[in-house]
Antibody
Framework: EVQLLESGGVLVQPGGSLRLSCAAS????????MSWVRQAPGKGLEWVSG????????YYADSVRGRSTISRDNSKNTLYLQMHSLRAEDTAVYYC????????????WGQGTLVTVSS | QLVLTQSPSASASLGASVKLTCTLS???????IAWHQQQPEMGPRYLMK???????TKGDGIPDRFSGSSSGPERYLTISSLQSEDEADYYC??????????FGAGTKVTVL
């Protein structure tokens, strides 16, 4: 059974930093691209970042590019998202998602971790 | 620019059918998409990948009541025999060069 468990969501001040983690199990982690998707309160889903299975290629939404780094440790089956210079508009539930083998669409989602940026 | 357009809301009676539409922007009519469901206070769940020819691949455990079809730039999700647990937000999603993903704004389905 595929499981994705996010952690690291916190209350952080504007301008602060954090690192989110996603522990994966139930599949061969290194074989699949992964992504982070967020959802601000009362809003829709927004893709944040993606990374290939090897970690060799990374992609970012314009809203976080330059302030975020996606990475993975395939020996630990864990996905990360490092964010800095956080803004109020980064407040959201952050979901980890596994991509399918037939295209870059999530086929499994985690339950999410809440990031609140506020003073 | 790759954009997905969805109607904000849809409704149908318990046991009836509802058809949701996701429209791809001009120049992107051959793109495949995926449909995702998000029930209240839950994380999203993958429903299916839908190709431009209407063929689709469902996620694990997705009931037969959920089906997909395509026509030109439009991608459809049909939910038959609506049940109360189908009341949710439904998002379409696609991808461009590399892993650059785009989500539609979502359609809220109400079961009457």
């Amino acid at each position: 059974e595929v499981q994705l468990l996010e952690s690291g969501g916190v209350l952080v001040q504007p301008g602060g930093s954090l690192r989110l983690s996603c522990a994966a199990s139930g599949f061969t982690f290194s074989s699949y691209a992964m992504s982070w998707v967020r959802q601000a309160p009362g809003k829709g889903l927004e893709w944040v970042s993606g990374i290939t299975g090897s970690g060799g290629s990374t992609y970012y939404a314009d809203s976080v590019r330059g302030r975020s780094t996606i990475s993975r440790d395939n020996s630990k089956n864990t996905l990360y998202l490092q964010m800095h210079s956080l803004r109020a508009e980064d407040t959201a539930v952050y979901y980890c998602a596994k991509y399918g083998s037939g295209g870059y669409h999530p086929d499994y989602w985690g339950q999410g971790t809440l990031v609140t940026v506020s003073s | 620019q790759l954009v997905l357009t969805q109607s904000p809301s849809a409704s149908a009676s318990l046991g009836a059918s509802v058809k949701l539409t996701c429209t791809l922007s001009s120049g992107h009519s051959t793109y495949a998409i995926a449909w995702h469901q998000q029930q209240p206070e839950m994380g999203p769940r993958y429903l299916m990948k839908l190709n431009s020819d209407g063929s689709h691949t469902k996620g694990d455990g997705i009931p037969d009541r959920f089906s997909g079809s395509s026509s030109g730039p439009e991608r459809y999700l049909t939910i038959s025999s609506l049940q109360s647990e189908d009341e949710a937000d439904y998002y379409c999603q696609t991808w461009d060069t590399g892993i650059n993903n785009v989500f539609g704004a979502g359609t809220k389905v109400t079961v009457l």
